[in-house]
């Protein structure tokens, strides 16, 4: 390939420019600058000026050998492009005509106002900074004038927004019992609700069969005299993970039948590893987020364990949870984040400890000690479900919000949320933005509340007086868009919006209570006569009971069916005769038995007096039309009959 040869300097020739043309100084300096070699010579040049000619020329010409090769005119640079702005403008207005409309609109509206503001042409999508802005301005003006819409408001990201989201207009109670409801579980699907209380009951909600009165189809006693702490439904919603007072979780199916109860351990062993099942009280529990057939719970004993099938009742896995100085420390909450990779543990030393479910569990992946008050049990880890936070609610009267990137410290603390039961939770919007938990009634307050956070801001969003005592457990079912509280007094408070929720208890409030109608009974006196006649003798009243066996004994009115043939064999035919026509006649045919060894002949002629006196079957039929009988003449009985000759043939 034949290539240029590179020159060092360019020699640029002034042929537009006459020497009579005037200069001045300042111009022709300019000029000498920016073209050295003007005056025909080479002059000295800079290192880096005489670089970037050598880069010009070579771009120039690697260019020109792919255009010859590619066979593409006019590849390389080009001059640029001049724009005519006005021709622009005229160009969008014609395109978009409604600005021109909107921006006149913007300063009637000012004007009116009073206030004067430049409304800028704007041609295209602005900058987000820009956006974000007017998004502001927008929003201030409404709120100036005082417009209500809904749809705004849910579009808009402004914090003042997140109370709207939250779905307390209307209220609806259900009773439980009279004592603490310490556990609650919604099933995924939105169709059932199970609690579980400090009274040993667990009792089932179903929001299709309910009507407005809220009762539970179903209550019982899984746990015998323990009472109930944890309930949770699996991925699938068919099975109840319960978590007791007792060292042995039970599994129920959806109805509440018992499907597995796990292995006790060995009280005797000192290493928590050897043994086949909890030892002490169960304090947490939870199902694996999407294998419905493995759990986690957490006792006494300082370990958690995972559990695996239903029809091997050994764990799988043993936790050992470990204090500052590597002693036994007890597990008072655990979960699963929501992609199972990490298991967190909320200690009674205050610490947060976390594992890998992809690596061993001998070291921990996170360990924050020093994360509450030690000596106070972290009563609910809860994970986000974007999964990046994590969020503790402890006996300490505080409430932490955590990021697992920088898992050192917490975001934000809440304080001043007393609580005074081991099982009070706290749980995420289903968008993340909010953080909600319940306190226990202090001392001197007429009512416990319902808290609402931003987990942006940190800031409280909204505060519901709830009942005149605890509130324990709550639960935002992130498919109904409906919150359950539990209460320390047996109640369980639902809270809905007609337009954000869906189902659940929308579906009972509206089915009204039928009662049964009264049937009328009239009493009727009897009047004993023990002289009366057998016409108007009354009979002796009786309980129902002897009408009952009265009637059954009647095979009338008993309906009773034909009894069993116990004489003969081979059955009904054979004690009717040897043969089924035998069967027929007799049974059917005949009203009277007939005997095997009678004659025939002998019972026909019985019948043969009665049958010339009184003719009955064929006599009468033919009455009318039969000719009269002529019959041969009997001989006597002394005469001979007359021989008949015999022929020529028969000789």
Not at 272 to 292: D, E, I, Y
Not at 351 to 380: F, L, P
Request: hydrophobic share 30%; glycine share 6%.
């Amino acid at each position: 390939m034949q290539r240029g040869k590179i020159s060092f300097g360019k020699i640029q020739l002034n042929v537009n420019k006459t020497p009579a043309e005037p200069e001045s100084n300042e111009t022709a300096k300019r000029d000498e600058k920016e073209s050295p070699n003007t005056s025909g010579g080479f002059k000295k040049m800079d290192k880096q000026q005489m670089i970037s000619q050598i880069e010009d020329v070579v771009v120039d010409l690697e260019s020109q050998h792919l255009k010859e090769v590619m066979g593409i005119s006019g590849f390389g640079r080009k001059a640029a492009k001049v724009f005519d702005i006005n021709e622009q403008i005229e160009k969008a207005r014609i395109t978009r005509p409604g600005l021109d409309k909107k921006k006149e609109e913007a300063k009637l509206e000012e004007n009116e106002k009073g206030n004067e503001v430049e409304v800028e042409d704007v041609i295209g999508p602005l900058p987000p900074n820009a956006e974000e802005e007017k998004g502001k301005s927008t929003e201030a003006a409404s709120n100036v004038e005082g417009s209500d819409d809904d749809s705004s408001d849910e579009d808009s990201d402004d914090e003042q927004s997140l109370a709207k989201r939250i779905p307390y207009t209307h209220e609806v109670q259900m009773q439980h019992g009279s004592r603490a409801v310490l556990a609650l579980a919604g099933d995924p699907s939105g169709a059932r609700l199970v609690s579980g209380s400090i009274d040993y009951d667990m009792c089932f909600w179903d929001f299709a069969g309910m009507d407005s009165g809220m009762r539970s189809f179903r209550q019982l006693q899984p746990c015998e005299n323990h009472p109930i702490r944890s309930l949770q439904y699996s991925v699938t919603g068919d099975m109840i993970l319960v978590i007791s007072g007792n060292a042995q979780a039970k599994v129920l199916d959806r109805d509440g039948f018992e499907k597995l109860e796990c292995c006790k351990g060995d009280q005797y062993i000192s290493d928590m590893s050897r043994t086949k099942g909890h030892v002490a009280q169960l304090t947490s529990g939870c199902w694996h987020p999407f294998n419905r057939e493995q759990f986690l719970t957490a006792a006494l004993d300082g370990t958690l364990r995972i559990w695996q099938g239903l029809r091997s009742k050994e764990q799988v896995q043993v936790i050992k949870t470990r204090a500052q100085g590597g002693l036994r420390t007890n597990a008072a909450s655990c979960n699963f984040n929501r992609d199972a990779t990490l298991i967190a543990a909320g200690c009674v030393d205050g610490s947060i400890q976390t594992w890998d479910t992809r690596k061993m569990y001998v070291n921990t992946t996170h360990c924050v000690r020093e994360a509450h008050q030690k000596g106070t049990e972290i009563t609910s880890i809860v994970f986000s479900y974007m999964g990046q936070q994590l969020a503790t609610r402890s006996n300490d009267e505080t409430m932490k919000l955590w990021d697992l990137r920088q898992f050192k410290k917490p975001l934000h603390t809440w304080t001043n949320l007393f609580s005074r039961y081991d099982t009070t939770d706290c749980c995420f919007s289903p968008d993340d933005r909010m953080l909600v938990t319940g306190e226990s009634l202090p001392k001197g307050q007429a009512e416990a509340n319902l808290y609402f956070y931003s987990t942006k801001s940190y800031e409280e969003v909204q505060r519901i007086p709830v009942s005149n005592s605890h509130v324990i457990k709550t639960l935002w079912h992130p498919k109904l868009s409906q919150l359950f509280v539990s209460c320390g007094n047996g109640t369980i408070k639902c809270y809905y919006d007609e337009q954000r929720s869906i189902r659940g208890a929308k579906l009972c409030v509206v089915k009204t209570h039928r009662k049964r109608q009264p049937m009328e009974m009239v009493g009727v006196s009897q009047i004993i006569t023990p002289h009366a006649l057998p016409l108007f003798r009354q009979e002796k009243s009786r309980t129902s009971r002897k009408r009952m066996e009265k009637a059954r004994m009647d095979p009338v009115k008993s309906k009773r069916p034909d009894l069993p043939i116990t004489s003969g064999q081979g059955g009904r035919v054979a004690s009717s005769g040897g043969t089924l026509s035998s069967y027929v006649i007799r049974n059917l045919g005949l009203s009277k038995r007939v005997d095997d060894d009678q004659d025939p002949r002998e019972a026909i002629l019985k019948y043969a007096k009665d049958a010339a006196e009184n003719p009955y079957w064929i006599a009468p039929a033919y009455k009318q039309t039969q000719p009269k009988a002529i019959f041969s003449e009997k001989l006597p009985a002394d005469e001979p009959t007359t021989k008949k000759p015999k022929t020529e043939a028969e000789k």
